[in-house]
């Protein structure tokens, strides 16, 4: 994700979170006006479990109305909606936000090829095999294609020359915007994000309070995409805009999800003046406001433009669907656009009253995840309380992409805890497996445990066909890989007890191994042949960080996990321990490159400056050999860093990204081929 920074602002770069969901409807138009009923709680249709999370189409706008209103009035206090301070993000990625300790870790899924098998280039590090995901640099192998700071860029990998440049988004006033993109043979998608931009719905942690004039209608704030053409010089070809946060996105094939969560339109006002707030009469106030908001503080509006012409729109209510409790504070909308067409279209949008902040895809179906640790989280830790076991627990929606049609809704289940990211779940002969962490998990005496869940998943229900209990008590969930029948848990506090789970009997799973060393590995990833990698960090007994390790595993034996080696950097950390698109496994070769930032002296007497550099390493039955280092030239400007972000392999030859070069590199001397400034 490239990082685009307000120059008025000077806003740092935020983190991001990664989440999102799909849903079934019908193609008609919206409504056009709305009456004003008064009615009960969103009502629970006889046909909805007990668990309340089927969904259902509202009858109509006035129902949809009057039962956003309901949901959000109970919901609302004297500071706005809940989960408004959410800033959605990718990124896949970031658990950190959502935990209440400080790192959180990042695991991959099961049946991910390692990138490059089978070709001569490497794609994206990603979740699944086959599901790619948005990043900051793409190949295909015939061209490598970057964003940065709001410019697209195209590298010839065979003249090792820049091609082509195109300013795809600019800079926005106050805070900040982050930029990934998709690719499909000449076309690629470049998703723009905006952080610390003012949104109606409630007060955002770190966002100005910037709202639009009273004679002016509120513009479309949310997350921009932008369809660019590569044939000869870049050209933007599609550009659609709408309200909200971008959550995540998948690609499979030329088909590419969207996922957005967007929040009601509606402005809560400030007291003036420096005495106590009022919060009484505050809440009253905004109660009044949720009772007279219409139906179009809900719906996302959108635009899309393309050949001159610009067309706008809205979600209608026809698209729109519910559980039988939610929250109205937020949406979720699902887009779905075909880079193979001459333009991005409506997005043929489908939208569903829910709070899901957590995607899985395998391709042909997609997980939406949601739990409400945001509303109980802050409360909780600020008086050192455990959850109510009726708040933690994560309510999961599948739902069938398996065509390029819109996502038809299937089913449904709630397991109990919490997850730590989307590679916590894991699709596997014809199972869902999910690993959550349940229990107090912050203090000084920490009452906490995880588990794994197994759903049968017979394409009309999840059905729990088994679960295994009291993994790392006191401790939480740092990461998870499940590869085929064997998942591999890590949880920590002050040591890192790696778990093997046998699941390969849903029914009974079962904890086969335990192996206890110092540090933690927050991303997981299988070599084959019973080996696995461990990206995260070194600590002592008493569960003090002390710099980047990376870890060789044996599992070839469930029962008896072993470390075989480790390579430590003192006071390291890498991308790679919380963003798996940062990590690069090449195994023509055996290749493991991940990006290292260490600080060095800036000279006597002066302060410690970060060093971002990629790590190249070796990897055999023995453990690491270590090839060097890769450098990039200084940064020509502030707004830019030579700290490596990303990896790849093209044709025998090492590319690396940084903000301000990309550089060849031979992997086996790694002497310089090229370096393009940018």
């Known amino acids: 994700m490239t990082r685009e920074r307000g120059t008025r602002s000077g806003a740092a770069v935020g983190t991001a979170l990664v989440a999102g969901l799909a849903l079934v409807g019908t193609l008609l138009s919206g409504c056009t006006s709305e009456p004003e009923p008064t009615v009960p709680p969103p009502p629970r249709d006889s046909g909805v479990p007990a668990d309340g999370l089927r969904l259902v189409a509202f009858d109509s706008c006035a129902s949809a109305l009057a039962g956003l209103r309901s949901a959000a009035k109970a919901h609302v206090g004297p500071y706005g909606l809940p989960g408004g301070a959410l800033t959605p993000a990718f990124q896949a990625n970031s658990g950190a936000e959502r935990a209440a300790d400080a790192d959180a870790g990042v695991a991959k899924r099961d049946n991910a090829a390692a990138p490059g098998a089978g070709s001569d280039y490497s794609g994206t590090n990603t979740h699944e095999a086959g599901v790619d995901e948005p990043d900051l640099v793409k190949t295909d192998g015939r061209r490598i294609v970057t964003v940065d700071r709001g410019i697209l860029r195209v590298i010839d990998p065979a003249s090792r020359r820049l091609t082509g440049t195109l300013k795809v988004s600019s800079i926005p006033d106050f805070g900040w915007a982050d930029s990934d993109l998709l690719l499909h043979g000449d076309r690629a998608l470049v998703l723009v994000r905006e952080h610390g931009v003012a949104r109606p719905g409630g007060i955002r942690r770190g966002e100005p309070d910037v709202p639009p004039a009273d004679d002016q209608p509120q513009a479309i704030v949310g997350p921009r995409l932008i369809l660019v053409d590569l044939t000869g010089a870049p050209k933007v070809i599609g550009d659609y805009r709408i309200d909200g946060g971008l959550i995540d996105a998948r690609q499979v094939g030329p088909t590419v999800r969207v996922v957005v969560r967007s929040w009601p339109r509606l402005d809560f006002p400030l007291e003036k003046g420096a005495g106590p707030v009022n919060e009484k009469k505050r809440l009253a106030a905004n109660r009044k406001i949720v009772e007279q908001a219409p139906i179009d503080a809900w719906l996302p509006r959108y635009q899309t433009s393309t050949g001159g012409q610009t067309s706008t729109g809205r979600v209608g209510c026809d698209r729109l669907s519910r559980p039988a409790v939610y929250s109205g504070a937020s949406l979720i909308t699902l887009l779905s656009f075909d880079l193979g ?5 409506d997005g043929d949008p489908v939208s569903v009253a829910a709070d ?19 509303r109980v989280l802050p409360a909780l830790t600020a008086s050192d309380r455990a959850p109510d076991p009726k708040d933690e627990q994560t309510h999961i929606y599948q739902f069938d992409i398996s065509g390029p049609d819109r996502p038809r809704y299937v089913t449904a289940a709630t397991v109990p805890g919490w997850l730590i990211n989307q590679y916590a779940m894991s699709e596997w002969d014809g199972h869902l497996r999910v690993a959550t962490t349940s229990g107090r998990t912050w203090g000084p005496n920490p009452r906490s445990s995880s588990a794994v869940y197994v759903l049968r998943a017979d394409g009309r229900t999840l059905t729990e066909a088994g679960r295994v209990t009291g993994l790392g008590k006191g401790e939480r969930i740092y990461s998870v890989r499940f590869a085929q029948g064997i998942g591999y848990v890590v949880t920590f506090r002050q040591t890192d007890p790696l778990y093997t789970v046998d699941l390969r009997d849903p029914r009974a799973p079962k904890v086969t191994g335990e192996l206890k060393i110092t540090g933690y590995s927050s991303y997981l990833h299988p070599l084959g042949d019973g080996r696995l990698i461990g990206i995260g960090q070194e600590a002592d007994q008493q569960g003090r960080t002390k710099g980047s390790q990376i870890s060789l595993f044996d599992v070839s034996d469930p029962t008896r996990p072993t470390r075989i080696a480790q390579h430590h950097v003192r006071y390291g950390h890498s991308e790679a321990e919380f963003d798996p698109h940062a990590f690069l496994y090449w195994p023509a070769t055996n290749t493991l490159v991940v990006p290292v930032t260490t600080y ?3 000279g006597r007497g002066g302060g410690q400056l970060p060093i971002g550099r990629a790590l190249v390493l070796r ?18 400007s502030v707004d830019s860093s030579a700290t490596i972000r990303r990896s790849l392999m093209v044709d025998g030859v090492l590319w690396t990204v940084s903000d301000g070069a990309i550089k060849a590199t031979d992997p086996g001397t790694l002497g310089t081929l090229a370096v393009i400034r940018i």
Request: charged share 20%.
């Open 341 to 345: 067409a001459a333009s991005l279209g």
């Open 600 to 602: 060095e002296q800036t």
């Open 356 to 374: 899901g902040d957590t995607v899985y895809s395998n391709g042909s179906r997609l997980y939406l995840a949601s739990d409400q640790r945001w």
């Open 619 to 636: 990897v055999a039955d023995g453990g690491f050999t270590e090839t060097g280092v890769v450098e990039h030239p200084a940064a020509r």
